[in-house]
């Protein structure tokens, strides 16, 4: 159990001390990316989407070129799968009591959601780089 954890805090940006911290910290990092995700979503709903739905392949790539676009597609990248591992971890730590499932359950929530990180923004990298 002891090497699942060790590894767990190695699992990329994941390594905040969340196992130092309080109840408290957890809940505040997650209520910051909530917040953080609000102007994201709503510029993904009323920006991205709408423009996605109409354009063709050339003018998409023309849109993600435009370096707001692609920072802000980042952003929501990130904060959105940041938030999703905090909320997966809270329910993991919740529900799961044997304590080798929850390591185990734990080392694939963080694993994963940082596995799944970098594939979307490496696509949206490679996206960038076609001219």
Do not use: K
Request: aromatic residues 12%; proline residues 4%.
């Amino acid at each position: 159990m002891r090497i699942v954890r060790r590894t767990v805090r190695l699992a990329g940006f994941f390594v905040l001390p969340y196992r130092d911290w309080t109840g408290r910290g957890h809940w505040l990092i997650q209520r910051i990316t909530a917040v953080a995700l609000l102007p994201l979503y709503v510029w993904l709903l009323l920006v991205a989407f709408p423009n996605a739905s109409t354009a063709h392949h050339a003018e998409l790539l023309l849109w993600m070129h435009n370096p707001v676009n692609a920072v802000l597609l980042y952003l929501t990248i990130v904060f959105s799968l940041h938030h999703m591992a905090l909320g997966l971890r809270t329910i993991v730590e919740d529900y799961i009591a044997t304590p080798s499932l929850n390591a185990l359950a734990l080392f694939c929530v963080h694993w994963g959601s940082f596995l799944l990180m970098v594939t979307a923004l490496a696509a949206v990298f490679r996206i960038l780089l076609q001219s």
